[in-house]
């Protein structure tokens, strides 16, 4: 029901804007978090944003390089990704959680709904 896409192979510096889509379910009452996981490392949280589009919150290693945002219309969320480093590459993946206390934004294991994952190459 998540649809993650827009990875690809990009050098350091360069951006790339991610998006997922959801399908089969009103997306705009969800919390949609994007994660990512390196080869050999554990899944790290990226960024999430509120149903409501406000608050987002970022991971300290990403902060002011990545911006999400979402359009509840098109039931999309997007990540752009800047200033692109080798560190960043990864497979990322978006996920929605139903607004509550249940829901950590930074703990994966707390949402409900998780896309396929798209990869993001960074050459150095």
């Known amino acids: 029901q998540l649809q993650a896409s827009g990875g690809g192979l990009v050098q350091a510096g360069g951006s790339l804007r991610l998006s997922c889509a959801a399908s089969?379910?009103?997306?705009?009452?969800?919390?949609v978090g994007w994660f990512r996981q390196a080869p050999g490392k554990e899944r790290e949280f990226v960024a999430v944003?509120?149903?409501?589009?406000?608050?987002?919150y970022y991971a300290d290693s990403v902060k002011g390089r990545f911006t999400i945002s979402r359009d509840n219309a098109k039931n999309t969320v997007s990540l752009q990704i800047n200033s692109l480093k080798p560190e960043d590459t990864a497979v990322y993946y978006c996920a929605a959680g139903r607004y509550g206390p249940q829901l950590e934004w930074t703990n994966g294991r707390t949402y409900e709904y998780w896309g396929q994952g798209t990869l993001v190459t960074v050459s150095s």
């Open positions: 089969g379910r009103t997306f705009n009452t969800y919390t």
């Open positions: 944003i509120s149903w409501s589009g406000r608050p987002t």
